[in-house]
């Protein structure tokens, strides 16, 4: 009987790896950040066993490293993931997406009547009422978001 070979990812030479992101959100991160595109190599892995969590989902994304609003959206979906810049197959700096109190401008309002779904120049906020799970309130119509309608808005 043979025995099987393990099959590993390649690594990357310049780029960002996002790891610890939560099972079945790797897609959703994807769409965040605009990927794939032509310019751009990914590889997903996705529901990979892990000491940390059940499963997980890890993003390796070459020739990129993400912006700082990147990283907040990210956190809204995978409030436990790391971030690590790669160059010349080196991890340059890794840290944790941090969920901030206050979140501006990234998430719509789920409801059809507040200020910031009209054509008035004004953008989202929400306040940051519990972590986990995540629960959110508008800041002007006091709209309570969870999970649910922050999946939505990402797939």
Do not use: W
Not at 67 to 84: F, H, M, R
Not at 94 to 121: R, S
Request: glycine letters at 4%.
């Amino acid at each position: 009987m043979k025995t099987p070979r393990e099959l590993k990812v390649k690594p990357i030479k310049n780029g960002t790896v996002i790891d610890h992101i939560t099972a079945n959100k790797a897609l959703n991160v994807l769409k965040i950040l605009g990927l794939p595109n032509k310019e751009t190599s990914v590889t997903i892995a996705m529901n990979v066993k892990s000491s940390q969590m059940f499963a997980k989902d890890i993003v390796k994304i070459e020739g990129r490293e993400l912006k700082s609003g990147e990283v907040d959206k990210i956190a809204l979906i995978a409030p436990y993931a790391t971030i690590n810049i790669i160059r010349n197959y080196e991890i340059l700096d890794k840290g944790k997406v941090k969920l901030t109190n206050n979140v501006k401008g990234i998430l719509k309002c789920p409801n059809p009547n507040c200020i910031t779904n009209t054509p008035e120049p004004v953008k989202t906020k929400f306040q940051v009422i519990d972590k986990n799970p995540l629960i959110l309130r508008c800041y002007y119509c006091e709209r309570i978001v969870n999970n649910d309608d922050i999946g939505i808005q990402f797939k």
